[in-house]
């Protein structure tokens, strides 16, 4: 195992600490805690200050949303240390940043600045065209995204500790959150009737280990918490993917801007964010979440995804 | 008060007792499970008319800014009511928001629990470990996460573990308090603490309601 990394490459300090039974425990702990909030991208301190007033469970420290990436075009890149730092200073909340798929040095740094969490993201341009991070090695966790079963367990084979379905970010259009919500958990339904023979079979038609395969079929669920990215705008979106099964949300571009690449005014991003962090706690009190309606001011603008052509799509990257 | 001696009584002859567990952010699936697994009715809780109809309340571990935010002041005023009454167990940031007073940042509280905590004590996730601490004379596998640390505990609170000599799990009256995540385990055994404590007719309230 050890020969086939180059001498040059630092993998030594970041072999596994702990066993990886007792890692996975905290890593997946972290995203028990996790549940039921809403973990906001976030491209400032004053941002994140914000966001933590409103009831943000974690941020996402990001130089651009995915709004003004998919916008700007150019390279998404992991975030400036320094811009990450200022954020983890401003506030007492976990602090996840984003690494590009496959740059296992990028996520070198988010570990040794000490971010909470790191995402691997489809939304920062690929690093690599075949492989993911080989995520067991850190000693922080990963999330991952994911648009159907076969890749949420691609992703947990890797390492990953909390898997949230992709949707299309940066479109306001939660069209396609739905949809890998709704794969995700069809997928699985569909596991727990099938006899030993089918699974081995549909383990490779899933193009995943047999032995998750196996698990997923006996719990129902997968084996670490699911969370719901890409897309969401509204506290009724928010509602809606919770009922459907996510266990918390990622909102992205949907609460501080207006449109693709303007800023909304920061009392209205706070509105907004407050507004979808109830929705999230009470998806499931129509009452309530009326209520919420009517406090909450207008949504981002958005993007059909449907007037999206293929190669914009961001979440067929990194599959 | 009559309610609720007899909702406890109830709880003795082993049908009708429910312990909600606070459900506006957190781990309060696991403690959901925990709890089931123990055979007690479990009811999650979301809003303050959710109190009335549970004899207990553990309130899981999460992010205690985002649960005050989700509470408001009516619901932190709604918990206070209920933890004067009720037995009340927090883990992590259930612990944060039971104590008197709080630091790293300030913030308001509960206040039920005479003890000062500081949040993230030990650090952020990299820091956050699996370590062996003292349930009285036993051992018992702590998982501490962005943990805060119990920094100074008043005269009337009972320190029922420890770990590497800091005080984890305290008790004053009904009102118990753990710095570690007993739901992420499998063992049972702080759970079963705190339900003796809840189902405890004899158990002293009295010091809890002067704090």
């Known amino acids: 195992m050890m020969s086939d990394v180059p001498p040059d490459r630092p993998s030594a300090p970041y072999r596994r600490p702990l066993d990886p039974v007792s890692s996975m425990r905290l890593k997946t702990g972290l995203a028990e805690m996790l549940k039921g909030g809403v973990i906001m991208d976030v491209t400032t301190a004053a941002q994140a200050v914000i966001a933590e007033r409103a009831g943000a469970a974690a941020v996402m420290a990001l130089e651009r949303v995915p709004s003004q990436i998919r916008a700007e075009g150019g390279v998404a890149r992991m975030a400036a240390p320094a811009r990450i730092r200022e954020i983890m200073n401003a506030v007492s909340i976990p602090v996840m940043a984003k690494c590009r798929i496959g740059h296992f040095a990028e996520a070198q740094v988010l570990q040794e600045l000490g ?17 993911h991070v080989d995520k067991h090695v850190f000693n922080v966790p990963f999330v991952c995204g994911a648009r159907d079963l076969g890749e949420a367990l691609r992703r947990i084979a890797e390492g990953a500790a909390l898997i949230r379905t992709k949707g299309e970010a940066g479109t306001g259009d939660v069209v396609h959150a739905v949809k890998h919500l709704r794969q995700v958990f069809g ?19 899933l193009g995943a280990p047999y032995e998750l395969v196996r698990l997923v079929a006996e719990t129902g669920k997968l084996p670490v918490p699911n969370f719901c990215a890409g897309g969401i705008a509204t506290p009724a979106d928010a509602a809606l993917v919770m009922q459907l099964g996510a266990e918390a949300v ?15 005014a920061p009392e209205d991003a706070a509105r907004r964010a407050r507004a979808i962090v109830l929705a999230t706690t009470h998806f499931a009190d129509a009452r309530i979440l009326l209520e919420i309606c009517e406090g909450a001011p207008g949504a981002m603008r958005g993007i059909a995804v449907s007037t999206l052509a293929a190669e914009e799509l961001l979440q067929t990257r990194g599959v | 008060m009559a309610r609720n001696e007899q909702a406890r009584h109830a709880g003795e002859s082993g049908s009708g007792f429910t312990v ?72 992590c940031a259930g612990a944060i928001l039971l104590a008197r007073a709080v630091d790293d940042p300030p913030q308001p509280a509960v206040g039920a629990l005479d003890i000062s905590i500081r949040r993230n004590a030990y ?89």
């Open chain 1, 187 to 205: 997928a699985m339904r569909q596991l727990t009737v099938l006899d030993g023979e089918e699974l081995s079979s549909k383990a490779k038609e």
């Open chain 1, 115 to 131: 971010v909470d969490y790191i995402d691997e993201s489809e939304v920062l341009t690929p690093a690599d065209e075949f492989n």
């Open chain 2, 20 to 91: 909600g567990v606070l459900a506006l952010q957190g781990g309060f699936e696991r403690h959901r499970g925990c709890l089931e697994r123990l055979g007690v009715r479990v009811r999650l809780v979301r809003t303050p008319a959710d109190l009335q109809a549970i004899d207990a309340l553990v309130i899981p571990g999460g992010e205690s800014t985002a649960m005050l935010t989700l509470a408001g002041d009516r619901g932190l005023d709604a918990l206070r009511r209920f933890v004067r009454e009720r037995p009340t167990f927090g883990t």
């Open chain 2, 123 to 211: 650090g952020r996730q990299p820091q956050s470990s699996i370590r062996l601490g003292m349930l009285g004379d036993s051992p018992l596998e702590m998982v501490f996460i962005r943990a805060p640390r119990i920094e100074r505990v008043g005269p009337g609170v009972e320190v029922l573990a420890r770990e590497g000599g800091d005080p984890v799990l305290v008790r004053q009256g009904h009102v118990m308090a753990a710095t570690f995540h007993p739901e992420l385990g499998d063992d049972t055994r702080v759970h079963q603490i705190f339900l003796e404590t809840a189902r405890n007719p004899f158990i002293d309230r009295l010091s809890a309601r002067q704090a």
């Open chain 1, 250 to 264: 990622f909102v992205g571009s949907g609460i501080f801007m207006a449109t693709a690449t303007e800023q909304a």
